[in-house]
């Protein structure tokens, strides 16, 4: 795709040059994860059945982690579409659009960028929930196939939610737009998942929910090979059938905002 | 040779608004062509049209023979636009964001950076180039855009509004580049502008559009002659006043004439005059004044569109919206 490599370059500078991005990006995950470690906490009270809530986690976090990298993707994701909005409206989409760049390679620039962006960010996650005290405790047969499943699954994962929210800014010229959408779905995409409880604690009804959530598939995969590394039989196929749900979802995504980008974008 | 036709091109914004309606301009190769209107007449929606940033309602255009809707990605390679707006990236530096652009056009690294030093020599950005865009005056700024319509020595050139917001010094600089450019790259080059006196110095042929409609097309010359002399202008104390002097001046026959005011075109103003205003005072009657314009674009386009160029007024708009712009980035 011809474009993409120098507006994705751009893109990238654009983010480390930008200290208050840069460093609220950074901090972010460390928030996130003393925050969401503690505040949700369901654990407390429940004494030594904890673990079994937790689905054999020694803590919360380490059940969590995988979540809060999830969620960490969505709230990220949405840069994509703000920063399409803002190339129309400082006319910057203009020089792009008369020059024989594929218009995809404009969309799939911020794309890429984000995913970036989000990979650095939950590295810091981890980073940080291994630093805390009680934080992440990860199993002693996690194997390199762990680390590159996890990696696999938070690019899968930011793909799919940076490419759905700058498909809406194809044609949106309003900031305000993408941010009501953001605030319309990420929160309800969020709780009803299995990002931050485990389905037994949630109403039937919501598991039934969450099930199909994508958030919930990329959630339970880094959880299951965190908590337990090397997986038994019914552990793998748990992990396989929630990745080749995200593999999926992902790649139609991509093909749609693919064909949609190349004919409809407009300035 | 036509290097543009255009075909009844046309634009109909969402609510009706017929941006541009039924253009027909013929462009010649090699030559610098104006586009003059006041603003909302239509010149960069034209502009936009003809660099295949967006699509006509109907109508097409043919640019270096290739058509701008079913062969939009071949006249891409060929045009370079230098839009309305401040388009390079103030987070990257001078020389990032024409490397950029040479990239978007698969110009090699080693003939992309010669292009950029010679551009950048130009118009003397040099020691500017390692800077962040965000650090740069107005002036540099139009003039790095300016240059990051080049990188990939396109054959035509488009320019919307390239001295928009330069003072008056920067602007005759930006005159003197464009000229240069032409001159030694032989290219075609397309600018809109509402600066009559940049128009008429910069180009060979040029169109007056006003509210998406051409109102007349040719070379300066052509048209401040087609005037046919001065213009003068009366303005009267009364109605009553004015009536009986065009009665009294009746071998003068007025152009135009609004409750108190007589327009009138006149071979030269100067052997004229004392006909007008001996019998006049004859009769008594003194008018307020009297204005004399010479032919010059300013005419021309009173003459067509019947009211002036509000030159300032659109100056002071685009010139709050870029500042507004620039503060909304940071
Ligand atoms: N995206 C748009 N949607 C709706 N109307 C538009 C849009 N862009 C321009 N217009 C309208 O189309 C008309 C022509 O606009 P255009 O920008 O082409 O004028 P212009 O000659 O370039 O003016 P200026 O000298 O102010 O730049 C104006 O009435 C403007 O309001
Ligand atoms: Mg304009």
């Given at each position: 795709m011809s474009g993409l490599l120098p507006l994705t370059s751009r893109e990238i500078k654009k983010w480390y040059r930008n200290p208050t991005f840069f460093i609220v990006g950074l901090l972010q995950p460390f928030f996130w994860i003393a925050l969401f470690g503690s505040a949700f906490d369901i654990t407390r009270g429940f004494g030594a059945a904890g673990r079994l809530i937790l689905q054999g986690a020694p803590n919360y976090i380490t059940f969590i982690i995988g979540g809060v990298a999830t969620t960490t993707a969505?709230?990220?994701?949405?840069?994509?579409?703000?920063?399409?909005?803002?190339?129309?409206?400082?006319?910057?989409?203009?020089?792009?659009?008369?020059?024989?760049?594929?218009?995809?390679?404009?969309?799939?620039?911020?794309?890429?960028?984000?995913?970036?962006?989000?990979?650095?960010?939950?590295?810091?996650?981890?980073?940080?929930?291994?630093?805390?005290?009680?934080?992440?405790?990860?199993?002693?047969?996690?194997?390199?196939?762990?680390?590159?499943?996890?990696?696999?699954?938070?690019?899968?994962?930011?793909?799919?939610?940076?490419?759905?929210?700058?498909?809406?800014?194809?044609r949106v010229t309003r900031q305000e737009t993408i941010m009501g959408i953001v605030n319309l779905v990420n929160l309800p995409l969020m709780f009803a998942s299995f990002a931050l409880f485990p389905k037994q604690l949630m109403a039937p009804w919501l598991a039934d929910i969450a099930q199909y959530n994508p958030v919930s598939w990329s959630a339970t995969i880094m959880r299951t090979v965190i908590i337990n590394g090397s997986l038994n039989a019914s552990q793998l196929s748990t992990v396989l059938n929630n990745f080749i749900a995200l593999f999926i979802v992902t790649v139609v995504v991509i093909v749609i905002t693919y064909v949609l980008s190349e004919s409809e974008i407009r300035q | 040779m036509n290097i543009i036709e255009t075909e009844n091109l046309t634009k109909i914004y969402k609510g009706n608004i017929r941006a541009v309606d039924n253009l027909n301009l013929q462009i010649e190769e090699g030559s610098i062509y104006g586009l003059l209107g006041p603003n909302g007449a239509g010149k960069s929606t034209t502009i936009k049209m003809l660099t295949t940033v967006i699509k006509p309602t109907s109508g097409t255009a043919r640019v270096a023979g290739l058509d701008i809707i079913k062969q939009s990605m071949e006249v891409r390679r060929i045009i370079g636009l230098v839009p309305q707006d401040l388009t390079?990236?103030?987070?990257?530096?001078?020389?990032?964001?024409?490397?950029?652009?040479?990239?978007?056009?698969?110009?090699?690294?080693?003939?992309?950076?010669?292009?950029?030093?010679?551009?950048?020599?130009?118009?003397?950005?040099?020691?500017?180039?390692?800077?962040?865009?965000?650090?740069?005056?107005?002036?540099?700024?139009?003039?790095?855009?300016?240059?990051?319509?080049?990188v990939h020595e396109p054959k035509i050139l488009f320019l919307d509004e390239p001295t928009l917001g330069l003072d008056v010094q920067t602007r005759s600089l930006m005159w003197d580049y464009i000229k240069n450019i032409q001159e030694t790259k032989n290219i075609t080059i397309i600018l809109t502008s509402h600066y009559l006196e940049e128009v008429d110095a910069l180009s060979d042929k040029l169109s007056i559009i006003n509210r998406g409609k051409l109102i007349v097309s040719g070379t300066p010359a052509e048209l401040k002659n087609n005037v046919g002399g001065d213009i003068l202008t009366m303005s009267f104390r009364s109605a009553e006043d004015m009536n009986k002097s065009l009665e009294i001046l009746s071998n003068f026959q007025p152009t135009k004439v609004t409750e108190k005011t007589a327009r009138f075109k006149v071979k030269s103003s100067e052997v004229v005059l004392p006909e007008i205003i001996e019998p006049l005072k004859r009769n008594g009657i003194e008018p307020l004044r009297y204005q004399v314009d010479k032919p010059s674009l300013d005419t021309v386009f009173m003459d067509y569109v019947g009211r002036a160029l509000p030159e300032e007024e659109g100056e002071g708009d685009s010139r709050k919206m870029m500042m507004n712009l620039r503060r909304l980035r940071r």
């Open positions: 969505l709230f990220t994701g949405m840069f994509s579409g703000m920063n399409i909005i803002w190339d129309r409206r400082l006319g910057t989409l203009g020089r792009f659009l008369s020059s024989p760049i594929h218009r995809s390679s404009i969309v799939f620039s911020k794309i890429i960028s984000a995913t970036i962006r989000i990979l650095v960010q939950i590295l810091i996650l981890f980073i940080a929930a291994l630093l805390i005290p009680n934080g992440l405790e990860i199993a002693s047969s996690f194997s390199a196939f762990d680390v590159i499943l996890i990696i696999v699954t938070v690019t899968l994962v930011s793909t799919l939610f940076s490419s759905i929210f700058s498909v809406i800014a194809i | 390079t990236d103030e987070d990257l530096k001078g020389i990032e964001n024409l490397m950029m652009v040479a990239k978007f056009y698969d110009v090699p690294t080693a003939k992309a950076r010669e292009n950029i030093d010679r551009l950048l020599k130009l118009v003397d950005l040099q020691d500017a180039a390692k800077r962040l865009v965000g650090q740069y005056s107005g002036g540099m700024r139009k003039r790095l855009e300016l240059i990051a319509g080049l």
